[in-house]
């Protein structure tokens, strides 16, 4: 059955050892934030950092493992359409409004969505990481290290699926940044088999 | 007065609010490896994630601020002899012997040295986030994402200098990866003005 999760909302919920989830862009160009913690000690979580290092890339697809901050695989991308996704930036928050769009009375984006829906699990705002964020698209310039944040590459349809690597707690979103869903805010479905 | 981190090892100190951190490389080509955490509370830690986002590029430098999970300025970068520096990949450590270098008894690496200098400090191992590693050298390929660990750029003498924006205790290692320093185990020096 797919889930749907409104814009600018999230959600949390628990995602069994070898089963699928399947993030869906319903309407295309719209980012998904994803983080994963260890459902028997949610100490260990998502590391951007990990990942990157043994992948020895920082755009993550098809067949590459997403690894803990105890360097255990927690997820396992299996099928991708879009090819690129973001694993460098963290989720957009109250700062990330105040500091880049200078908004007076920012939405508490991503970031606060995550926390709210974690914490029954014992996740506390410290100790949200990185997201794997789905359908982001940022671009680093090789020769400067200017990296700039664009237009998803999801067209509506367009999934990425996941098998869990452990019993997991999955925080997943409808991204609240203007910039990263190119201006406009849409759903995200999700289904998990 | 300089101090010395032995090659291959790691240390903790604490440094005040508008102090300046210099970080020498003496021989060239070796990394550092450097954690901040807010003395008053160690739930607050550096977030490569926040600090790249603000900044909109991956190397840093001059003039840059070292940002917190909470989105607070930790560090500013007030001076840099080399100009490239690494924010994206996690300080090595057993795990990364293991994986990447295939060792069968891995050295505990920055990260353990990191975690052992931090434990006093009431710093635990799940807190250890992806660190400022000085005079790392990681050009990404801005068309495929790839990643690689270069030589440093760094010559005998050369240095970056931070100035603390709180009250903060600090990592800092002499980096145990062969990769990174180009093949081989050198000394850091830092001082304290």
Do not use: W
């Amino acid at each position: 059955m797919t889930e749907e999760i409104a814009p600018r909302t999230g959600v949390a919920f628990t995602l069994d050892k070898g089963r699928t989830l399947t993030v869906i862009d319903p309407c295309g160009e719209q980012v998904a934030d994803l983080l994963a913690f260890n459902r028997a000690d949610v100490g260990e979580g998502l590391s951007g950092g990990r990942t990157l290092d043994y992948a020895s890339k920082i755009y993550l697809t098809t067949g590459d493992p997403l690894y803990s901050n105890r360097s255990n695989v927690m997820l396992e991308i299996i099928a991708d359409d879009v090819g690129r996704h973001d694993f460098l930036l963290t989720p957009c928050s109250k700062d990330t409004f105040r500091i880049i769009y200078g908004d007076k009375d920012p939405h508490r984006g991503c970031f606060g969505n995550l926390a709210a829906a974690l914490a029954p699990y014992g996740v506390t705002e410290d100790m949200i990481p990185t997201a794997f964020n789905c359908f982001m698209n940022v671009p680093v310039d090789g020769k400067t290290g200017m990296l700039t944040v664009e237009a998803p590459l999801s067209k509506a349809g367009d999934a990425i699926v996941f098998r869990a690597g452990m019993d997991l707690v999955i925080g997943l979103t409808a991204c609240s940044a203007l910039q990263s869903n190119n201006g406009s805010f849409k759903p995200i479905h999700y289904r998990i088999d």
